[in-house]
């Protein structure tokens, strides 16, 4: 690719990935046909239910696949070349320098004994070549950034607060100036004032850095928070895609119309999040057309049969067969 293509390329391209996962002789297709591109600085949104392949997502493009893992179809491409994500030796130089993946839970991710200053240190020597001296000084750089007082980097992962540890975790993110950082449920497990403290210090990163952002998450309000766009995934698809002002105004896929339905409202009475009835589909043995169908409130005959495409509409897509034959045109069939 010239220099000028790549130029006018989107930061990351996703185009029709599928993803296997291979376990006791039983394969399942955790992600299906995904595909989209990122701009440099935007914010994308990636939301579904557990077991929507929005992980195996994530791990595609970031290089870190599990060993049962298989890219099946399709490519990613990171500034207009094609990354080698099925292939570790030669992901390695890639590896945390062009994506960088925030994983929730950060206390199984450090290293217990050793100081976090050192382990933040640590990817600065091993893939930008830093002296140890050089090294240490970039990661007191990093505390600042993630708000963390350099006096203690010289603290133990246990002797932190889970929010600072997860600032930590932000902090290794960033050590090799990745452009893509993605947040794999960042603030999980974190209570309600820190995960506001750590979606704030994301958004304000983000900007400072030009970073773009994928934000993984169960939790529609968050990204209505941190998002310029939202993508909605159902059993390892992409169902619906769009700006966070019109999803939220006009959901067009019944999956996304529930999820919004499903979201607390305390000022309407409306407490508790309302689950969406009916489980999320076994991916071993996926329901036939539209794998929502046997949960959906507006199911028609030909979903069962027939697997809706993803349609542009505007500049949002949906895969939906309402929308389809709410437009005249003929249901489209695919594998
Ligand atoms: N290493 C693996 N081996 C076998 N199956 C896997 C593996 N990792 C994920 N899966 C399966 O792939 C599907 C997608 O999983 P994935 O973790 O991507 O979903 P998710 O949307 O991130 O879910 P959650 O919200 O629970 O984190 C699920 O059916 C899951 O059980
Ligand atoms: S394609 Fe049919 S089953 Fe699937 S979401 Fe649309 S209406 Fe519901
Ligand atoms: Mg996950």
Known sequence: MTNSSQDKAPLLDVNCLSVDYGLKGVSLRAIDRVSFALQAGEAVGLVGESGSGKTTTAMAIAGLLSPNARVSSGEVRYRGSRLPIDDDAAMRPHRWCETSVVFQGAMNALNPVHR???????????????????????????????????????????????????????????????????????????????????????????????????????????????????????????????????????????????????????????????????????????????????????????????VPSLDQFGRGRVACHLHRSSRGDKVAVHA
């Open 116 to 306: 976090i200053i050192k382990q933040i240190a640590e990817p600065c020597m091993l893939k930008l070549g830093m002296s140890r001296g050089e090294a240490t000084a970039r990661a007191r750089e990093l505390l600042g950034l993630v708000g963390i007082p350099t006096d203690r980097g010289s603290a133990y992962p246990h002797e932190l607060s889970g929010g600072m540890r997860q600032r930590v975790m932000i902090a290794m993110a960033l050590a090799c100036r990745p452009s893509i950082v993605i947040g794999d449920e960042p603030t999980t497990a974190l209570d309600v004032i820190t995960q506001a403290q750590i979606l704030k210090l994301l958004g304000e990163l983000r900007s400072r850095l030009s970073l773009a952002l994928i934000l993984i998450t169960h939790d529609l309000s968050v990204v209505a928070e941190c998002c310029d766009r939202v993508m909605i995934m159902y059993a390892g698809r992409i169902v619906e895609d769009g700006t966070v002002a019109e999803i939220f105004a006009q959901p067009k896929h019944p999956y996304t119309r529930l999820l919004i339905e499903s979201i607390p409202n305390p000022a309407s009475g409306k407490k508790m999040i309302r689950p969406i009835p009916g489980d999320p589909p076994n991916l071993v043995n996926r329901p036939s057309g539209c794998a929502f169908h046997p949960r959906c409130p507006s199911a028609m005959g030909v979903c069962g049969t027939e």
